[in-house]
């Protein structure tokens, strides 16, 4: 770890206090003069800091912008998102990711990018994002879970999203089974994409990925995106703050999490359906190349997709897509 890291995080355990520069430079051991000029370093990557004669130094604000540090600083979370892993620009976070967990990087560690050139999709679609657009993000979990039950931390974290954004917005987010974040205007906001190691009944991990799209224009995707996609930034005329979402997100997906781990899939379900898409509606739903017209009725308790056919059967769909541009007579 570098001095630089070590003297931030000493310097953010301290918090409210001052620390002075004999405690850093005896801990650290580099000379009062290397701190100081360490410290007028943090100033201009934008940390303010505050130094005063007698007591010490001490730091009243982060930069917006994303680091290790910067993301850690402020971060209310028990165990997610104490071990950071930050890249400016990567092909995809999920590849860092599934690097560190094979290296034995433990469960709640995540991985953030500034800026993914291959960003992916589900079924090897891509995923547009952006520098300073949006927050792409990789955790790592380990949960002790049959790996059946994956699906369900998907539902999981798109619930986390929605919390986070009518949160911290005030927009009323829907979720479109099993994951979209869309806003009325069926625009779509947010995507989700859980990959899985397993053995035959146990998850030895999973990586979640999000990515939600924060300050892009339209102008700022190729044409076949700009007609589904939205932004916080399209959606409220105003641009947020990449790294107050992401603890936001952080601390919603935890306690969410450790509820879902404690007491099952039922309070999870509850909430999705609070936020889900034409529920109680009637839905077209693709199954590979076959279109069918169903009411929504809401999620299973495994969190299956629950449909009541014309004929009055009711059915558990386990896969297939509610369609966007075929809309229900
Ligand atoms: P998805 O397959 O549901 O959505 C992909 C489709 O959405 C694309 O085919 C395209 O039409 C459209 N699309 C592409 N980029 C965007 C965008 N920025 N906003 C809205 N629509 C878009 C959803 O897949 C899963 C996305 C996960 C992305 C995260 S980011 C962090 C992590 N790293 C990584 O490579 N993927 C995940």
Redo the contacts with the bound molecule.
Sequence with gaps: QSTRNQLIQLLAKNKEDYISGQALSEELNISRSAIWKHMKELEKDGYEIEAKSKRGYRIVSYPEKISENTVRWGLETKWLGKNVIHREVTS???IIAHNAAKEHKGHGTIVIADE?TS?????N?????KKGD?M???MILQPSLPPYLAPQLTLLTAVALAETIEELTGLTPSIKWPN?ILFDNEK??A???TELQAEQDQIQYVII???L?INQESKD?PE??QQ??TSLQIETGKQWSIKQIMQHFLKHFEILYDTYMQQGFLAVKTKWEAYGFKMGERITIRQLDRHRQAVFYGLADDGALLIKNDNGSVERLYSGEIDWFHKAD
């Design positions: 995809s976070t999920q993914q960003g992916r999709g589900r079924m679609r891509d995923w547009h994002s949006g792409w993000m990789s979209d779509k906001c995507g989700i994409l990925g999000v990515g799209n995707w076949e995106v589904r996609a």
